[in-house]
């Protein structure tokens, strides 16, 4: 094996695992998120885990945050405004990415 081979392995597998950190990131945003909105709806307990698992499996409906957006507007519409719900959004990506980082 010749030393390009080696590093192309390198970028290979750096891809991956890079994809893979992405994916969990959002997935741990998304449940935040749920959780977040969830309270916001009075939902606790059981009610509050259900809820924030449907946040998270909005977001395979198309790809980006859009699908997520729109779930959570509706959701919390009269409770929360667009611009609040996009603000929260931003802030739960960067801590679930120092969160999911961590855990590595």
Do not use: C
Not at 29 to 54: F, H, P, Q, V
Not at 74 to 95: W, Y
């Amino acid at each position: 094996m010749t030393t390009f081979d080696d590093r192309e392995k390198a970028h290979e597998a750096k891809f991956a695992y890079d994809a893979e950190l992405r994916f969990k990131a959002e997935a741990r945003r998304n449940r935040l998120l749920g959780e977040w909105a969830a309270d916001l709806l009075g939902k606790t307990g059981d009610e509050a885990r259900t809820y924030a698992l449907t946040i998270v499996t909005s977001d395979f409906e198309e790809p980006g945050d859009e699908d997520v957006f729109r779930r959570l507007a509706a959701d919390l519409q009269g409770k929360m405004n667009e611009d609040s719900i996009r603000a929260k959004m931003d802030e739960l990506r960067s801590v679930a990415r120092r969160q999911v980082i961590d855990e590595v």
